[in-house]
């Protein structure tokens, strides 16, 4: 079963881009993700429950949870929201963000030992290109100023989270982490509505349909499958997977929205798919 988590990852995660559209069109960013991790929240605490999970643990791992949710939830999804709220680009978004998991590999080494090979490199490099390629990205369009420094922080922000949260596996059981982690993100958002937007919410049928699939899918399903993959393998290799988004959220817009999936696309894809293979395949397998 866990085995397929990588694949069912990719899919979940991708199709956040999908709903993603529907929700900033119907509420201001900061209001819509703090009321998204505010549902989340109460689902994690109720699920912790039922399981029988510790919830309340050492106040020093409740914190770091909390502070995690703050650079996952908060700074990572409320920067790319912001960003695209005053026009920045999508593909430069996702441009930037796809750095990444080149950006924790370097990382990963001198913080956990983790030895990363020349063909898993090559393998990252691979991947870097085929989403460079899906994303066809035209410079030639304006770039907000505050749009561009919301995403480098989400950048960062994505990375600190991903190599805190290695770090950090296992203090907490998942549900409860998940849960406090949400809480980080809620209040977070919270903050940053009531000092930069006018905030709304249209409880419109594609806002809570939409709202509903990142809720369900995207939060209970995709992150708490991250959190797994980054507590059981090497953090280098999990976000490795990352460059696997672009193309499939591509192949999902096409599928589900009607929009073009051209050649560029497809070979695109199928860089980015030889990449990660080659980058997460186990030594023991060549």
């Known amino acids: 079963m866990t085995k397929s988590f990588p694949l069912l990852f990719i899919l ?3 199709s956040a881009f999908i709903s993603g559209k529907e929700i900033v069109q119907n509420a201001s960013p900061f209001a819509a993700l703090a009321f998204r991790f ?9 699920f912790a429950y039922f399981s029988n999970d510790k919830i ?18 908060g700074i990572y999804l409320g920067g790319c ?5 005053i026009g920045m680009p999508a593909a430069i978004v996702a441009l ?14 001198p ?21 460079v390629t899906v994303l066809g990205i035209d410079f030639g369009k304006e770039i907000p100023p505050l749009g561009l420094v919301a995403t480098v922080l989400a950048l960062f922000a994505i990375t600190a989270g991903t190599l805190w949260q290695k770090k950090l596996s296992g203090n907490l059981a998942l549900s409860v982490n998940n849960a406090y982690q949400a809480i980080g993100g809620c209040l977070f958002n919270l903050l940053l509505m009531f000092i930069f937007e006018n905030a709304y919410i249209n409880f419109t049928t594609s806002f809570i349909l939409g709202m509903s699939h990142q ?17 059981r393998g090497t953090v280098g290799k999990t976000t490795t997977l990352f460059f696997l988004v672009p193309p499939t959220s591509a192949v999902m817009a096409w599928i589900f929205l009607n929009e073009q999936l051209t050649f560029t696309d497809i070979i695109g894809f199928l860089i980015t798919t030889v990449g990660v293979f080659i980058a997460t395949r186990d030594k023991k397998n060549g």
Request: charged share 10%.
């Open 12 to 14: 979940l995660w991708s």
């Open 38 to 46: 505010g549902i989340v929240t109460i689902g994690f605490l109720v």
């Open 56 to 73: 309340f643990g050492k106040l020093k791992n409740i914190i770091e949870s909390i502070s995690t949710g703050i650079l996952f939830h």
């Open 81 to 85: 929201w912001y960003a695209f709220s």
């Open 96 to 109: 930037i963000v796809t750095l990444q998991p080149i950006l924790t590999n370097i990382l990963s080494g």
């Open 111 to 131: 913080i956990f030992g983790e030895k990363i090979s020349w063909k898993q490199w090559a393998g990252i490099s691979l991947g870097f290109v085929g989403s």
């Open 215 to 231: 809720i369900i899918l995207v939060s209970f399903g995709a992150f708490t499958i991250l959190m797994f993959l980054i507590k």
